[in-house]
């Protein structure tokens, strides 16, 4: 009789592991507390032999999401009068593939049809752990039996919480990042354009290459703040008084949070895990170790799905095995590019009028502004990719 695993979270990383165990013959339930996949939101990149690597290996998806390329992976930043303050090309901030989010869950979901059962609106509420088998309770009521459980999601894992009694292993970077879609209004074609002030950024977002429209994303400074990280009404009124007095087209664009039902918003954060599993429960990606943003946490997920679905199915009896391979063999370069991300919040929205300054005029400095493209372009985080008979079979 086939496994039956459940994979909590419908976002990458766990479309992404669906994919491969789908295919291996595994009975596969994913299960996203959100009542559908999300639409818009920023892009990430992909970049570098491991990640290509292994999206060439997932068959259709790489064609697909070359289709959805932004190609506007430049971003300009402006002052509040709209003069240019620095300019960073497509091959600093783009990588070699630059996808929104969203647009890559929903390639990698449409590739699992047939093969993968997803329950959007729905989420664990316990674990409880017997020799054989995980029985899992779900915040509808609902209780079900698996024989594995893998946490796909995200830096604030819920898994990972129920896993390691309530312990988050997430430290906060004290900065906030959102973004929402602005469908109908003006934005660059080519180009991100934002706007900074000292520990704040606000600007507009292209619109992708297949219609969809151009989005705003925003970064800020802050403390943690102080109610549910699912409050939208509470997140909108932040935004309207964090960057309510800004120039530019600053107020047009937070007028648009009125109508507006996908409003992101996270902290910038690290999640450092030291076991990235226990019995028969597991986490990939930013719920194993992570950082929010600029941490190629996409690009770590989708590798690690690769890695993680490989060795199980070369010891599908050992699952401790299986599963502790799996993070030896990825937890080095996972750790390279989560610490890469850390400064993230600091280098787009610096605190200081003087450090928001030093930018500016290093990176209009073109020795230096060629050193840091090369720089990032050889992130020093690479991975040899094993070869797994069983997936290249299936």
Same mark, same amino acid.
């Given at each position: 009789m086939a496994k039956r695993v459940l994979i909590s979270g419908a976002s990458i990383a766990g479309p992404a592991l669906a994919f491969w165990l789908g295919r291996l013959g595994y009975e596969v339930v994913v299960v996203e507390r959100a009542p559908k996949l999300r639409e818009g939101g920023y892009a990430v990149d992909f970049r570098g032999a491991a990640h290509f690597g292994v999206l060439e290996k997932m068959g259709e998806v790489l064609p697909r999401?070359? @289709?959805?390329? !932004?190609?506007?992976?430049?971003?300009?930043?402006?002052?509040?009068?709209?003069?240019?303050?620095?300019?960073?090309?497509? @091959?600093?901030?783009?990588?070699?593939?630059?996808?929104?989010?969203?647009?890559? &869950?929903r390639t990698i979901v449409e590739a699992t049809t047939g093969e993968v059962r997803y329950?959007?609106?729905? &989420?664990? *509420? *316990?674990? !409880?752990?017997?020799?054989?088998?995980?029985?899992v309770t779900f915040e509808s009521g609902g209780r079900e039996e698996f024989d594995f459980v893998f946490g796909c999601d995200g830096i604030h894992s819920n898994i990972r919480r129920l896993m390691f009694g309530g312990a988050s292993f997430e430290r906060f970077l004290g900065y906030y990042i959102a973004s929402w879609d602005i469908p109908g209004h003006a934005a660059p074609a080519d180009e991100s354009l934002l706007c900074n002030v000292p520990g704040r950024m606000i600007g507009v977002t292209p619109k992708g290459r297949d219609g969809t429209p151009p989005g705003v994303m925003a970064i800020f400074a802050s403390a943690e703040l102080d109610y549910p990280r699912r409050d939208i009404a509470r997140h909108k009124a932040t935004l309207r008084r964090v960057f309510g007095d800004m120039g530019w087209r600053v107020p047009e664009l937070l007028e648009t949070l009125e109508g507006a039902d996908d409003v992101f918003v996270n902290t910038i954060s690290r999640a450092a895990v030291p076991n990235w599993?226990?019995?028969?429960?597991?986490?990939?990606?930013?719920?194993?170790?992570g950082t929010s943003i600029g941490g190629m946490g996409t690009g770590t997920a989708i590798v690690g799905a690769y890695?993680?679905?490989? @060795?199980?199915?070369?010891?599908? @009896?050992?699952?401790?095995?299986?599963?502790?391979?799996?993070?030896?063999?990825?937890?080095?370069f996972a750790a390279a590019c989560s610490k890469n991300g850390e400064s993230s919040g600091n280098f787009l929205a610096p605190k200081s009028?003087? !450090?928001?300054?030093?930018?500016?005029a290093m990176f209009n400095f073109p020795p230096i502004k060629n050193w840091m493209i090369n720089l990032a372009n050889e992130s020093g985080a690479d991975i040899a990719l094993p070869d797994f008979p069983a997936l290249e079979a299936a």
């Open positions: 999401l070359r @289709e959805l390329e !932004t190609g506007g992976g430049a971003m300009r930043f402006i002052d509040q009068r709209g003069r240019t303050q620095m300019f960073l090309p497509t @091959e600093f901030a783009g990588g070699e593939l630059e996808v929104r989010r969203a647009d890559i &869950s329950r959007f609106g729905e &989420s664990v *509420a *316990a674990l !409880t752990q017997h020799a054989d088998r995980v029985e599993s226990t019995g028969r429960l597991a986490l990939l990606g930013d719920a194993a170790g890695i993680l679905a490989g @060795e199980l199915a070369q010891t599908p @009896e050992d699952f401790a095995g299986a599963v502790a391979r799996y993070q030896a063999r990825l937890e080095p009028a003087a !450090t928001l300054f030093m930018r500016n």
